[in-house]
């Protein structure tokens, strides 16, 4: 299959770490993707980690890959206020050419 | 590096009519996808073209279709539409190998 699940919402104050989380299904996936959309915007690749890499780190930015539970995180150090969006973590299966997409998870920082 | 080009940005169609849609991917990225994106039912994958040659197509009906030019632009096309229709429709392009999709603005389809 190819279910990616992610949880809908995270508040979060300015100046703390967010962490949000995804799960996704299939085991030969071959990228696991972090995208942010703003309101009334496209989708903005912030970071993606081949399946076969543990960790990446991009300045706030920091992905975990844990293969044997198929679970992806995206921790955004030093959250700011321009950090409210909704973050879409997908998938990419060697030969499909497509993403398949968790429904989003709602970023909002409060002062 | 100009980025991925959609347009128009909005539309506004009555059920029944057509709407063609454009997409100009990076320069030198030859994989075009579009994606359907609606506050019901999430991101959702219509089709991906390669040298023109439709390589996937998602679950939707043939009323949705699409083609990719020889300069790598690519085109969506709807017909008879339907008010469910109305979502926010994403390009996006990448290099051959897979990783790194980037994405256009989107066009706003409303069917009225």
């Known amino acids: 299959g190819e279910d990616v699940e992610q949880s809908l919402f995270l508040s979060v104050r300015e100046g703390d770490s967010s962490v949000i989380n995804c799960t996704y299904t299939?085991?030969?996936?071959?990228?696991l993707y972090w995208y942010k959309q703003e309101p009334g915007a496209g989708l903005q690749l912030l970071t993606y980690?081949?399946?076969?890499?543990d960790m990446k780190q991009d300045q706030r930015l920091t992905v975990l890959l844990n293969k044997k539970d198929k679970h992806l995180s995206l921790r955004i150090a030093d959250t700011q206020t321009g950090d409210s969006a909704i973050y879409f973590c997908a998938e990419s299966i060697r030969g499909d050419y497509k993403l398949s997409f968790g429904a989003g998870t709602t970023v909002t920082v409060r002062a | 590096k100009a980025g991925v080009t959609q347009t128009p940005r909005y539309l506004i169609k009555t059920r029944g009519q057509q709407v063609t849609l454009s997409c100009s991917p990076i320069?030198?990225?030859?994989?075009v996808s579009w994606y359907q994106q609606t506050p019901g039912q999430g991101l959702q994958f219509l089709f991906e073209y390669f040298s023109e040659t439709q390589r996937n197509k998602g679950n939707f009906p043939g009323r949705f279709s699409g083609r990719q030019f020889s300069n790598s632009r690519s085109e969506m096309n709807v017909s008879t539409l339907e008010l469910g229709d109305s979502a926010l429709y994403l390009c996006?392009?990448?290099?051959?190998?897979?990783?790194?999709?980037?994405f256009g603005s989107g066009t706003r389809l409303t069917v009225v």
């Open positions: 299939d085991s030969s996936s071959t990228y």
């Open positions: 320069s030198g990225h030859r994989s």
């Open positions: 980690i081949f399946s076969n890499m």
């Open positions: 996006a392009s990448s290099l051959e190998r897979q990783g790194g999709y980037t």
